[in-house]
């Protein structure tokens, strides 16, 4: 036997076509390793599959619980939102799959890694820089990437070798799912201006075809990590399985988002992502119960900055290990029920409970009970504004473009109302 290469295979168009292509081209032995990150498909068609095409062994792993713990988790923590749309559920999925790669080549004593990213996508960038962060010593393949065959071509590619594929010309798009979502790319799907047809849509109902009748879901979180639905128990996987269900039901998760890729194109990205929609939603209702103003705002920067490092394939960096240790500190006193409503494509948190709630009933209401010492906001008001009164009264007054230049400059002031004479 000659050299191996562990690829890492979905079933898809590319990767079934990788699996000829690594043995025509570099003539080494392929063995698939195709992860359940909640994709819901036969694996046993996926791994028959593979050794027909040629592998010379085709492994499946179920990772579905240690996705949940290890990474959507704490990107739910984090409240992860790339470019504050796309819950990472695709970039997620890919430090995983890395890391068993690596595994699985150590195993297996192979001397390369492949997958099917192309050149132009994110997901080369998440593959490699992982691959090389655990195990330097390993060489990265990847076939998409310098074959420079067209989609069409590649199509024919497989139809010649008698390879099974998923997609026709007539039907191009390219999926990719896992417990957290499901991104539809290619096709119609590249014109910005063309509405996402139907068909690209799996997960999810149209959001007019969707119940006419709203349902309420309560959602338990334990240090901000989901624990039950509607009082009862649920591990991780069973939750996000049955939230995509309800969410999906009432047409709640698309999204449609033009996206700044990390090799500097702007791609238009197709989003179904039911349970992370509703679960983000609902952690941050919980957190605005049960963490202050100033962690507030600090966290939300630094869930800019953790979506930014998995987006870019960063996660096995120090700079994710140290931020996330904040999040997880962060986490403490995030623990409570949130209730939300499903209804025609939106979901609305409508109410929320927490043990360790900074919201006091009696400091805010206007009704009988009011412990607020109103008499005390003149006295804050005076020493909250003083900077500001201080410099308006020695800069601004005497400002030659006016006081309100800081607005507008004075020439632009045109339609002020003239002084009236007394």
Same mark, same amino acid.
């Given at each position: 036997?000659?050299?191996?290469?562990? #690829?890492?295979?979905?079933?898809?168009?590319?990767?079934?076509?990788?699996? =000829?292509? !690594?043995?025509?081209?570099?003539? %080494? +032995?392929?063995?698939?390793?195709?992860?359940?990150?909640?994709?819901?498909?036969?694996?046993?068609?996926?791994?028959?599959?593979?050794?027909?095409?040629?592998?010379?062994?085709?492994?499946?792993?179920?990772?579905?619980?240690?996705?949940?713990?290890?990474?959507?988790?704490?990107?739910?923590?984090?409240?992860? #939102?790339?470019?504050?749309?796309?819950?990472?559920?695709?970039?997620?999925? =890919?430090? !995983?799959m890395a890391k068993l790669l %690596? +595994?699985?080549?150590?195993?297996?004593?192979?001397?390369?890694?492949?997958?099917?990213?192309?050149?132009?996508?994110?997901?080369?960038?998440?593959?490699?820089?992982?691959?090389?962060?655990l195990a330097p010593q390993l060489k990265v393949l990847a076939p998409a990437r310098e074959w420079g065959m067209t989609r069409a071509e590649t199509i024919a590619y497989a139809k010649k070798r008698n390879i099974p594929i998923p997609v026709t010309l007539k039907s191009p798009y390219s999926i990719d799912e896992c417990l957290w979502g499901r991104s539809i790319e290619t096709g119609v799907l590249e014109d910005p201006w063309v509405e996402p047809p139907e068909d690209a849509f799996a997960w999810t109902k149209s959001p007019d075809k969707a119940p006419n009748k709203p349902v309420y879901i309560e959602i338990g979180f334990d240090k901000g990590i989901?624990?039950?639905?509607?009082?009862?128990?649920?591990?991780?996987?069973?939750?996000?399985?049955?939230?995509?269900e309800l969410a999906g039901e009432h047409g709640i998760g698309r999204i449609d988002h033009i996206e700044n890729r990390l090799v500097g194109i702007k791609s238009r990205e197709i989003y179904e992502a039911p349970a992370a929609t509703v679960l983000l939603q609902a952690h941050q209702?919980?957190?605005?119960?049960?963490?202050?103003?100033?962690?507030?705002?600090?966290k939300q920067k630094v869930a800019i900055e953790i979506a930014d490092i998995i987006y870019n394939g960063l996660w096995f960096s120090s700079q994710n290990?140290?931020?996330?240790?904040?999040?997880?500190?962060?986490?403490?006193?995030?623990?409570?029920?949130?209730?939300?409503?499903?209804?025609?494509?939106?979901?609305?948190?409508?109410?929320?409970?927490?043990?360790?709630?900074?919201?006091?009933?009696?400091?805010?209401?206007?009704?009988?009970?009011?412990?607020?010492?109103?008499?005390?906001?003149v006295g804050f008001i005076h020493i909250w504004g003083l900077p500001v009164a201080i410099q308006a009264q020695?800069?601004?007054?005497?400002?030659?473009?006016?006081?309100?230049s800081i607005i507008a400059p004075k020439k632009q002031l045109k339609g002020r109302p003239k002084k009236r004479k007394s």
């Open positions: 036997m000659g050299e191996k290469v562990v #690829l890492a295979y979905s079933g898809g168009l590319d990767t079934s076509v990788a699996v =000829r292509w !690594l043995k025509e081209k570099y003539n %080494v +032995d392929v063995i698939t390793l195709t992860l359940d990150v909640g994709n819901e498909k036969d694996f046993t068609v996926v791994r028959e599959k593979a050794l027909k095409i040629g592998a010379i062994k085709a492994i499946v792993i179920d990772a579905k619980e240690m996705f949940v713990k290890y990474f959507l988790w704490p990107a739910l923590q984090a409240n992860a #939102l790339y470019e504050g749309q796309y819950p990472l559920a695709t970039a997620l999925s =890919r430090p !995983l %690596v +595994d699985t080549a150590l195993e297996e004593g192979a001397t390369y890694i492949a997958h099917g990213c192309t050149g132009k996508g994110n997901d080369q960038v998440r593959f490699d820089v992982g691959v090389h962060a989901p624990i039950s639905l509607d009082g009862r128990e649920m591990d991780g996987v069973a939750l996000i399985q049955r939230m995509n209702a919980l957190e605005a119960m049960t963490l202050s103003k100033d962690q507030l705002r600090f290990r140290d931020l996330s240790a904040y999040i997880r500190s962060s986490q403490r006193y995030v623990t409570g029920t949130i209730r939300v409503k499903l209804f025609k494509g939106h979901a609305m948190v409508v109410g929320r409970t927490a043990p360790k709630s900074l919201y006091n009933l009696s400091l805010a209401t206007y009704d009988k009970g009011d412990k607020f010492d109103q008499s005390m906001s020695v800069q601004l007054l005497s400002d030659t473009e006016g006081p309100l």
